[in-house]
């Protein structure tokens, strides 16, 4: 069994910054891609970061030269740095990882519990 489990969500003021964590742990063989993904109330899960597991990152336009996305293979832990951040930034923020476990030879898509980002303004 693999889980995905984020933190470092919460409340801040705009222009404030927060960093964004999610371990993968379990019976895994190894990650490929990971990413963050958000959802705001009344809106579609949309792409924020990407990062593949050939160290390549991918932004959102609205988040370009404001978050980074990064990631630590050894650890198994994907973050997401959160800087200058609006109102419209509030949003559900979910992990997402391409995985293969020990036990099987495909990826299978993990999705973590998901951790609130409510900025004020």
């Known amino acids: 069994q693999v889980q995905l489990v984020e933190s470092g969500g919460g409340l801040v003021q705009a222009g404030g910054s927060l960093r964004l964590s999610c371990v993968a742990s379990g019976s895994i063989g190894n990650i490929n891609n990971m990413g963050w993904y958000r959802q705001a109330p009344g809106n579609q899960r949309e792409l924020v970061a990407t990062?593949?597991?050939?160290?390549?990152?991918n932004y959102a336009d609205s988040v370009k030269g404001r978050f980074t996305i990064s990631r630590d293979n050894a650890k198994n832990t994907l973050y997401l740095q959160m800087d200058s951040l609006k109102p419209e930034d509030t949003a559900v923020y979910y992990c997402?990882?391409?995985?293969?476990?020990?036990?099987?030879?495909?990826?299978?898509?993990?999705w973590g519990q998901g951790t609130q980002v409510t900025v004020s303004s």
């Open positions: 997402n990882a391409l995985i293969r476990t020990k036990l099987y030879s495909r990826y299978t898509e993990y």
């Open positions: 990062f593949s597991s050939g160290g390549n990152t």
